[in-house]
């Protein structure tokens, strides 16, 4: 799915507390998702929980996304 896919995904009910990222993301511990207002998205895990930045490589926008849980981007699961 594309990056506007992935956020409209994030929408949903059901996704309320899962995160999104670029594909070629895979194995690295960063993701993004809704702040607790859904008022935009957060890079995750930082010091505070979230910042508001975005990645300004047009690889990373341009790429296919992914929703995934905390679990999985943290290696927990």
Known sequence: MKMHEAIEALL???NKEMWI???CWFGWEQ???L???STGLEFV???GGGEAWMTYTIRHLVDDWEVVSP???LKRE
């Open 12 to 14: 949903l009910p059901e």
């Open 21 to 23: 990222r670029p594909v």
């Open 31 to 33: 993701a993004y998702c």
């Open 35 to 37: 702040d607790r207002f």
């Open 45 to 47: 895990p930082c010091r």
């Open 71 to 73: 679990d999985v981007v």
